[in-house]
């Protein structure tokens, strides 16, 4: 028999890996231009809610295989660097990532020591100063009591912090929407204009804005409360989200699928059996210009009928009552809707820290109830749009990476505004209150939420729907991020408190000045507006309590670990460990979370008088 083909049996490698997604009958494997840099570090991917106590070295057991080629001496420093900011940064590689996280110092290093580092050299950038022209005009005499960061003691330069403080602050932020969207899988700039046009005209606009409110001498007024600033900034970060649901609705994504379903796919939906059309895209252009005329209308024998006008449009208000909100565009509301309210989350902040700061001094148990009110407040927040979010595939977003973003990001503003009142108890005893309270909700409480029969619990109050495994999952996943926001949020703010008191922009944060001042006796009125009494604010109290105040929050982490370990066998570190490879983008996007949150911190105490 002839040969018509002239088959050779080959390598096939590529389609056998085990690392590559199931993809219905066929495996997802990147093209060969791709291929050595999207290779699997974790061998068979466990499913979500597995893992849970097992040997997490079988996950990161291969990290360094195939690495035998960058650690030779043949690479240079500048090919090296451009290798890590592109593998870490970048384009987040498993590998690089893996190998970022896999020991205890180098997770420090990424997710503590960097973030605290950004946000302390930003404070730290020396403002031009000068004096104040009228030294009754700043805040003492104006009938109401200086706030507890302090009434202005400079004027600094405008156009300094505007594109300098103001800048790199406003460029965080845009960089935190961008890289929640890059987790989204959605592009919110633009096509045609691309990325950088699309985000220097944001920036434009946010300058521009202010420096009209400026050259105004009526409205300058505004400019110098920070309330104003940070208003302006959640309306900045909002751009981003107006864009992205202009162009879905340009592009009728809310009426009908992006692209026309082909004759094989309408045999799995119901159109192909009913003969409608409405499960095609709507777009303007493939709309018929004038009603369809039937067939009957040409024939001459036909008789003649008189057709009222209900009858006429009875099919076209069946076929509008037919069309379906697309499950991608509602999903994308959920995602608007999540981000938001962490937004929302950020103006809430800098209100809370107003009022307590402007109320100051208190004692132990209104500063236990204001610490606690303003927990409870992050926490319902959290756990709204934990649920917007979901964990599971179908459940409004169903993204388990952005339900990841989301919780580092209210564990840490709640951590941060904290961290910042730190600096006006006036006592030990106001530090050992606050800390035994929560280290024993920790140690004691935490664990319990663990616990087959709280799970059962909540699931029996309709407030849980996961299983046990992926129950616990979650739970040991936000265990190990309340120890990232402890540790990054502390370090910044003993960072900050040195950088601040002893640096060139002492007077541009009174807040850590700790000045002292000799408090009069009696209650206080609008005459003595001193933002404290009795006890003054000691920069040694306040710096040495807060390091105990972090041994004691490690070692509460480490006893809860234990706990969880010896009594369901989670281990909390694997389980981070472990998202983070599973999904490499967490690392930069968590990263530029941290920065910018503990700039939200740093912001809202900085005294604005512009020269």
């Given amino acids: 028999m002839p040969s018509f083909f002239n088959f050779q049996t080959g390598d096939s490698s590529r389609a056998t890996n085990d690392s590559s997604p199931l993809l219905g009958r066929f495996r997802a494997v990147p093209d060969a231009q791709r291929q050595g840099h999207r290779n699997s570090l974790l061998g068979r991917r466990s499913s979500f809610g597995r893992g849970l106590g097992l040997a997490y070295g079988t996950v990161f057991g291969r990290i360094g295989d195939g690495d035998d080629d960058s650690e030779d001496g043949e690479e240079n420093a500048l090919r090296s660097w451009r290798a890590w900011m592109k593998d870490l940064w970048l384009d987040p590689k498993q590998v690089a990532v893996a190998r970022a996280v896999d020991r205890w110092w180098s997770r420090l290093a990424v997710f ?119 208003c302006w900034t959640f309306f900045t970060m909002a751009m981003p989200l107006i864009i992205a649901f202009a162009i879905l609705m340009s592009q009728e994504r809310h009426l009908g699928l992006r692209q026309s379903l082909s004759e094989t796919q309408r045999i799995f939906t119901s159109s192909w059996w009913t003969g ?18 039937h067939q009957d209308s040409f024939d001459p024998n036909a008789p003649l009928e008189v057709a009222l006008a209900a009858d006429i449009r009875g099919p076209a208000v069946r076929a509008i009552r037919k069309r379906w909100i697309p499950a991608s565009f509602m999903r994308f509301i959920w995602f608007c809707t999540a981000l938001f309210i962490a937004m929302l989350a950020y103006v809430l902040g800098e209100a809370y820290a107003e009022i307590y700061l402007r109320t100051l001094p208190h004692n132990t148990f209104e500063t236990i109830a204001y610490v606690y009110s303003w927990v409870i407040t992050v926490h319902l927040l959290d756990g709204l749009v934990g649920w917007i979010l979901g964990g599971n595939e179908g459940e409004r977003v169903g993204s388990y990476p952005l339900g990841w973003i989301f919780k580092l990001y209210f564990s840490l503003t709640y ?111 609008v005459d003595e507006p001193w933002e404290g009494r009795g006890e003054d604010y000691d920069f040694g109290r306040t710096f040495y309590a807060s390091l105990v105040t972090w041994a004691c929050e490690i070692v509460a982490g480490w006893v809860v670990r234990r706990i969880m370990w010896f009594g369901w066998k989670v281990d909390v570190t694997g389980e981070g460990k472990h998202d983070m490879g599973m999904w490499p983008e967490l690392l930069p996007t968590g990263v530029v979370v941290m920065v910018h949150v503990l700039q939200n911190m740093l912001f809202s105490i900085v005294r604005l008088r512009f020269h």
């Fill in 112 to 230: 503590a020591v960097l973030p605290a580092a950004f946000a302390v050299a930003w404070c730290a950038l020396p403002f031009p100063q000068y004096q104040l022209q009228d030294e009754g005009d700043n805040g003492d005499q104006s009938g109401h009591r200086t706030p507890g960061h302090g009434a202005a003691r400079v004027e600094i330069n405008f156009w300094f912090f505007l594109f300098v403080y103001y800048g790199f602050y406003n460029v965080t932020a845009l960089m935190w929407v961008t890289k929640v969207f890059n987790i989204y899988r959605l592009n919110w700039w633009p096509k045609m204009l691309g990325f950088p046009f699309t985000i220097s005209m944001i920036a434009l606009i946010s300058i521009t804005v202010p420096v009209s409110v400026y050259f105004i001498p009526e409205a300058r007024f505004f400019i110098q409360f920070n309330t104003t600033w940070i």
């Fill in 276 to 293: 409608d059309q409405d499960n095609v895209t709507i777009a303007a252009r493939d709309r018929a210009r004038r009603p369809l005329i």
């Fill in 415 to 525: 951590q941060t505004y904290v961290r910042a009142l730190y600096a006006r108890l006036r006592s030990y005893a106001q530090f050992i209150f606050l800390q035994v309270i929560s280290s024993s909700f920790l140690i004691v409480f935490t664990p319990l939420t663990i616990s087959k029969p709280f799970h059962q619990l909540l699931t029996l109050l309709s407030i849980n729907g996961q299983s046990l495994s992926s129950y616990q999952k979650f739970c040991a996943r936000n265990i190990y991020i309340r120890s990232l926001a402890e540790n990054v949020s502390m370090l910044a703010f003993l960072g900050s408190i040195l950088v601040l008191h002893y640096g060139a922009n002492k007077d541009v944060y009174p807040y850590f000045a700790f000045d002292k001042f000799r408090m009069p006796e009696g209650p206080a009125s």
